[in-house]
């Protein structure tokens, strides 16, 4: 009896491992293939095999981009951190009516084009755009502060596309806690500073780390922000990939840099199973 | 004591407010009379009626459409079988298989766009509707599998196992006791599916074809090219739709 | 490379007396249609592939209204993309292109492009022939301009203080943090080889490295790098100088009459970017009556208006407003202006290096 259970549950995968082998697995495999070729003298790639892309990496400049990348990523995950963290712990204390509102408040911007968020954005900062206007209004400055084009901007624009993912991992985990634990800590005298810092945080990591696996990586590759908002200067991999890939035409070498980055993410998604003890990102998944 | 809930409850408003600031501005732009957004010229509804009457961008918004409740339904299918299928199957490569699974949304997007762009045409599949399901599903059975497989995990196998002992067939089961458990699971994947596909770029530009312009790549190439205020009609229009549909399912909700 | 990218609705921006000689050029055309090709409906679809914003919605709804053809109009963000999705579909899935000039060298190189049916196509006579029998289709059997470019300098002197003659200005400390650049490599490397007295196609590695190093100083002054619509720093103010394709100081200029153009001293770059059909074009009649459409005089007017690139339609030019003929014409400086070509993947190798490490030293 069981023998035939299973075969049938066999049967309910087999899509899924056709999917993914042929459209996830191959395509990679391909892509790691690619990173070894050469590339064609005007257009394509020769089937010659080489290391000379890896080596390329390896230049100063390239190098520097993806310490760059990891800076970069590494600073807005600080302020999400920060901001997405007591959102999501004060939104689960919230009742449930008002729960459900601030989720759907939180989603519903999904459903505009990012890149469409990001031009408002725009709006916003440039000179003598609403920012400086209010600024000049209240006569902080006199003059238009040039806000647009300016690492401040990207930043600000990562945080803004990838703050929700915290907040909403966070909240799920928080929304899980079981209260009874912290009143019981609180009923044996730890002041309620000393029983977050012991008990809720401790019991919210998984969250918080998903969170932060859910915003580090996506900003390593999010180039539309750096180009729509810091006026192209900014050099991040997925820029660095996207001009090595459209316009430099050399693309063993976007497949190398892809291939290190995938690199790159895996580990810091196996450093989060280890530390976190779990196999799913908690929240969104 | 009264201070304690108010500044959490401030610090919540201040974000929100941040967070709709800008599509606040889109909207209101929306409305401008000047074709440049550096001026405002007045209140005027020329965008909207341009909009409505720019066919391509009309069958852009169709295309995505289209492309999006595809992808999502495909996801759901394939994703929720291969949650329930995993419970119970014991194959050493099957974690293997759900990590690489997961990898279309862990990886940047435009690493995937090359592959698939390259790899379609290895296989000489022609770009359009076809290609774009095909790789949109790719980045959408990751959320449905996922959030299936873990609402299936901390779901109670004792209720199947009741209705197994009581005769019902295994296919019986699993519509009567295990879908309807799992189906708040299912609807949030497809939802999130559907939002990830709606308004990806950067996959699309590379997989699509001749006749088939996606809104995102639309907005992405008018960019380049300095956005046109029909762009913010389309986005408050959007956006206004996505308020009606969420406030009608909730007041269906509250009259049950 | 993409000096032709930019290109813009200048209707909408251009004042009163511009709107007015457009609707004599409308009214003109509509008498050529009822007149004309009556019988020719040919039916079916068309796919066009170029970038957004290349014609007025007007004009492509005026060809599908009289060949009765449905026109999908698909874009693309650069040439190299055009050239690898054309690849893909083996020449076949778009009927008509428009994209760089050596693009469509190595396209036709490829084998993915078609000749021109000299006969149905019989306005190809109205092209200037200054503009053909170029490096990338020298018999013109391949290709027809749609418009031409050359990336100039714009400044506001009301702003910057000294007076700006060539490309060497703009390393001036007066522009600090107030320059904008298009964000095409081998153009603004091509403009420090050109301060060295080289030519834009150098391939000399280590020339190219040493341009590298100029190319750093000018770091302290830009504000921005963009390819599109850079001209709208300009215009509101964000950057007070530019070095812009051809299209966007046409509307740096119409928008800010105040602004001065400069011709670089040291030479300019210049290209031309052309229609032209792959070999398996699913719709080759539709195809060919488009460009033919094209071709024609005043459908072409409204077409350089609209994109506002330097004029490759003699018989076009008598159908342009005043002020666009002088905004439009081939300037005498052009004469001796250079086409940027392919260099080989070393040199190009370390022109995006280059670049990179010029991003790297901004912010």
Redesign the interface.
Known sequence: MKGI??N??????I???F???I??????A??IL?SFLR??????VTKEFTLDNYKNIF?P??L??FV?SLKLALLCTTFIVF?GY??GY??A??SEKWKNR?V??????????????????I??F???G?MDRFFMAIHLTEK?L?L????PAVVVGMI?AL??FMILSVYSSVEKLDWSLIEAARDLGASSVHAFFTITLKLTMPGLLSGIVLTF??S??L??VAD?L??????L??N????????????PF??AL?VV??IL??LI?TLYRKVAKVR??EG?? | MKNRTKI??M??II??V?????????IV?SFNASKI??VWEGVSLRWYQELFRDRSMMEAVRNSLILAGLSCINAA???T??A??????SWK??GM?AY??T??I???????G???M??FS?LGLPFGMVTLV??H??FC?P?V???V??RLIGMDVSLEEAARDLGAG?IKVFFTITLPLIAPAIVSGML?SF?MS??D??ISIFVTGATTNT??VK??TQ?KNG?SPE??AL?TI??LG??LV?GGSEVIRRKR | MKIWKKKKRIMTIVIGGILASMLLVGCGNKQETSSGQEEEKIGGELNLFTWDGMFPREVLSEFEEEYGVQINYANF??D??M?AKL?TAKGGDYDVIIADDYIIE?AI??GLVQKLDTEKISNLGNVDQAFQGQFYDPTNEYSVPYGAGIPLIVYDPNVIDIEITGYADLWNPALK?NLALI???RVVNGIVLKTMGKSFNETDLEVLEESGKKLKELAPN??????SNTQDYLI???AAAGFLYTSQVTLALAARPELKVVYPKEGLGFGIMAMFMPSQAPHAEAGKAFINFILRPEISARCFEYIGYVCTNREAVPYLSEEMQKNLALPKEAADGEFIM?I??AA??VH??IW??F??E??
């Open positions: 259970k299973k049938r549950a066999w049967l309910l995968v899509p899924f491992y999917y993914t082998i459209f996830v697995i191959l395509p990679l391909y892509m690619l590339r064609a003298e005007i257009w394509g230049e400049v390239y520097n981009t760059e901001l007591p959102f004060f939104m204390k919230l601030v759907t408040l939180l989603m519903i911007p999904f459903w505009t084009s990012a890149l469409i968020r990001m031009y408002g954005w709006i916003i440039r000179s003598n609403l238009p040039r647009l084009y300016t690492y803004y703050l929700p990586i996506p390593m590759g180039f539309f729509i810091g006026g192209n200067k900014i050099v991999v997925g660095l990939i996207q001009e090595q890939l459209m316009k430099a035409r050399n693309w976007a497949a892809s980055l995938t993410t895996s998604l799913e990102l969104l998944f | 959490p409850n610090f919540l974000i929100l941040i967070m709709y600031l800008p599509i606040l501005v889109i732009y957004s550096t299918i394939i994703g079988m291969a329930v299928g995993m419970m119970r199957i490569s099957k298989i690489f699974s990898i279309p862990m990886i940047p997007e435009i690493i995937l090359m592959v698939f390259v790899f290895f095909l790789a599903t790719a059975i959320y599998f996922t959030m497989r873990s295994e999130l939002a709606f308004d770029v950067v809104l995102p907005i992405y960019m956005v762009i913010n986005s959007m956006l996505t308020i969420i | 963000d650069f190299e993309d050239l690849e190595l190189q490829e943090d964000g095409n490599y830009v504000r921005l790098i963009s390819d509101s103010g964000e392919e080989g993947s190009n190798e995006e290096r990179t490490e991003k790297a901004l912010d």
